[in-house]
């Protein structure tokens, strides 16, 4: 029900843009985030944003380089990723919740399936 896309392998300083579309959910019902996993590590919280779009909330670590936006009519939401770090190696998930904005995993209802990002020193 929601399809992460748009990763892959930039050098450091680099940019991508994250792509995540949903199907089978009232998608402006829904307020969506971003999470990440690196390897080793424990999945963590990357940002969100509201149903309407006109509210978003950003971990520290990426505060200033990433951008969270969404297209209600196209049921899609973007993580727009600039200045990347290679600590930013991760895979990204996309996550959908019908309840309250949250930074916490387990509040979320819908999960992508991920899209992996790898950047290069």
């Known amino acids: 029900q929601l399809q992460a896309s748009g990763g892959g392998l930039v050098q450091a300083g680099g940019s991508l843009r994250l792509s995540c579309a949903a199907s089978?959910?009232?998608?402006?019902?829904?307020?969506m985030g971003w999470f990440r996993q690196a390897p080793g590590k424990e999945r963590e919280f990357v940002g969100a944003i509201s149903w309407s779009g006109t509210s978003t909330y950003y971990a520290d670590s990426v505060k200033g380089r990433l951008t969270i936006s969404r297209d209600n009519a196209k049921n899609t939401v973007y993580l727009q990723m600039n200045s990347l770090k290679p600590e930013d190696t991760a895979v990204y998930y996309c996550?959908?919740?019908?309840?309250?904005?949250?930074?916490?995993?387990?509040?979320?209802?819908?999960w992508g399936q991920g899209t992996l990002v790898t950047v290069s020193s």
């Open positions: 996550a959908a919740t019908r309840g309250l904005i949250t930074t916490r995993a387990g509040s979320y209802d819908y």
């Open positions: 089978g959910i009232t998608f402006s019902n829904n307020h």
